[in-house]
């Protein structure tokens, strides 16, 4: 069973950034997709960013322009570097692991990170 944890969660003014860490158990981290989704209180829980095995990538239209995912296989760390958060980026923010290929459904999660946007 993989253990994801996540880091770097906060409270940021409108306008900021911050950097969110996602580290990963388990010798087979580099040939899974991975990705972060993000739950608002009173609302589901929505896909943010992906990444595959190879570099590729895709966002959500809420965040693309804004937000990056990268991927470190040498430390089993996925990360998201957010710029320009505004409130509505307020969530607590879930890393994912896509055993299965990113057009399924994440086969792992993380604990989750706050994530809080002042005004």
């Known amino acids: 069973q993989v253990q994801l944890v996540e880091s770097g969660g906060g409270l940021v003014q409108a306008g900021g950034s911050l950097r969110l860490s996602c580290a990963a158990s388990?010798?087979?981290?580099?040939?899974?997709?991975m990705g972060w989704f993000r739950q608002a209180p009173g609302k589901e829980r929505e896909f943010v960013t992906a990444i595959s095995y190879n570099g590729a990538t895709r966002y959500a239209d809420s965040v693309k322009g804004r937000f990056t995912i990268s991927r470190d296989d040498a430390k089993n760390t996925v990360y998201l570097q957010m710029n320009s958060l505004k409130p509505e980026d307020t969530a607590v923010y879930y890393c994912?692991?896509?055993?299965?290929?990113?057009?399924?459904?994440?086969?792992?999660w993380g604990q989750g990170t706050q994530v809080t946007v002042s005004s």
């Open positions: 994912a692991e896509y055993r299965a290929g990113w057009n399924t459904s994440p086969t792992g």
């Open positions: 388990g010798r087979t981290f580099s040939i899974y997709p």
